[in-house]
C-alpha cells in the first residue's frame, strides 16, 4: 500500500509543470485521498462479501459511511459494557 501511494505521489508531481511551487499540503491531500478511497473500496467489497455469505439480514448494501458508523457505535458499546462491568466489580469489591 504504501509503495503503491508512493508511487502514484512521484507520477503526480513528475505532472506537475511548475515544480518548485509544490506544497507538503499537496502532498498530504494526495496520500488522504488515496487512502480514503482504498480504505471505502475495502469496505465496499467486505459487505458485497458478507452479503453474498448470507451474513448480512438486508438485501442491499449500505453506504460506506453508515457502515463505519455502525461499528463506531458497536466499539463504543462494547466499551461503555466493559467501563460498567470494571465499575461494577470495583463496587462489589469496596463492599467487601
Known amino acids: 500500500m504504501k509503495d503503491k501511494i508512493l508511487k502514484e505521489v512521484v507520477e503526480w ?3 506537475q509543470k511548475v515544480k518548485d511551487e509544490i506544497f507538503i499540503e499537496d502532498f498530504v491531500d494526495i496520500v488522504i485521498s488515496k487512502t480514503t478511497d482504498f480504505l471505502f473500496e475495502e469496505i465496499k467489497d467486505g459487505l458485497k462479501e458478507e452479503f453474498e455469505k ?3 439480514k438486508h438485501p442491499f ?3 460506506s ?3 463505519l458508523y455502525l461499528k463506531l457505535k458497536e466499539i463504543k458499546d462494547k466499551f461503555v459494557k466493559t467501563t460498567k462491568i470494571n465499575i461494577s ?3 462489589d ?3 467487601e
Open 13 to 15: 508531481y513528475n505532472q
Open 54 to 56: 448470507g451474513n448480512l
Open 61 to 63: 448494501i449500505i453506504s
Open 65 to 67: 459511511d453508515y457502515y
Open 89 to 91: 466489580n470495583e463496587e
Open 93 to 95: 469489591i469496596l463492599e
